[in-house]
């Protein structure tokens, strides 16, 4: 059982670079989210969906894009990198909201 | 703005000493509440959450966590801190109205040999 999967691990961007971070689980879990983990600010939501074909904002939102066609798979898209997005990125999956969550092992970005 | 305040950023305890890590949070209503634990370099694991069943949640590892209304607070405990219980911990709360977690800003534990 893999549970939550994230690649890549980790990721050096050049500004104004795009890249998709990946993440599938195989829970079955309707709903996923992706978070950024900063010093200091514990983790931020950046998007999360409910389910396949629904996703919505969370609090920092801007910079990234998502999709949500198969409940297994969530891919963070940043569009145009920027320094401020250096950070470790964290995707989980959970059956609802108030459910355990699983949590990917991270992916470590860092934008020069 | 809904929120949980994790009151100290790092706790430093002995080794088979008791551990306190201190979570407030706001509310008009009765959230759902967790712990979550984060080992170096590693994904976040759940301690315990708290449903609006027993008050007293009791988790893995030894750790528990009691909510008390009255003071809008779900602070950790442990009574005797092993050498593995070195990690962050994050308090984590539902919010009403929509589907999203917040995140406290999270507590750094130390244990001394």
């Known amino acids: 059982n893999a549970g939550v999967t994230q690649t890549p691990k980790f990721q050096v961007l050049k500004t104004g670079q795009s890249m998709t971070l990946q993440c599938a689980q195989d829970?079955?879990?309707?709903?996923m989210s992706w978070y950024r983990q900063d010093p200091g600010m514990g983790l931020r939501l950046i998007h999360y969906s409910v389910g396949a074909g629904i996703t919505d904002q969370g609090e920092v939102p801007n910079g990234y894009n998502v999709s949500r066609s198969t409940t297994e798979d969530f891919p963070l898209r940043l569009l145009s990198a920027a320094p401020s997005q250096t950070s470790v990125y964290f995707c989980?999956?959970?059956?609802?909201?108030?459910?355990?969550?699983?949590f990917g092992q991270g992916t470590r970005l860092t934008v020069v | 703005a809904q929120s949980v305040t994790q009151l100290d950023s790092h706790v430093s305890v002995s080794e088979g000493t008791p551990v306190l890590l201190r979570c407030n949070y706001s509310?008009?209503?009765?959230?759902?509440l967790f712990w979550y634990v984060q080992h170096p370099n590693k994904g976040l694991q759940l301690l315990l959450k708290y449903t609006s069943a027993a008050t007293l949640v009791k988790g893995i590892n030894g750790f528990e966590a009691e909510f008390k209304k009255s003071e809008t607070s779900f602070h950790l405990t442990k009574p005797s801190a092993h050498m593995s219980d070195a990690a962050e911990y994050f308090c984590v709360r539902d919010n009403f109205g929509n589907e999203k977690l917040t995140f406290g800003t999270g507590t750094r534990l130390t244990i001394i040999p």
């Open positions: 509310s008009s209503y009765s959230p759902s």
């Open positions: 989980a999956s959970s059956r609802t909201l108030n459910t355990e969550a699983f």
């Open positions: 829970m079955n879990h309707e709903y």
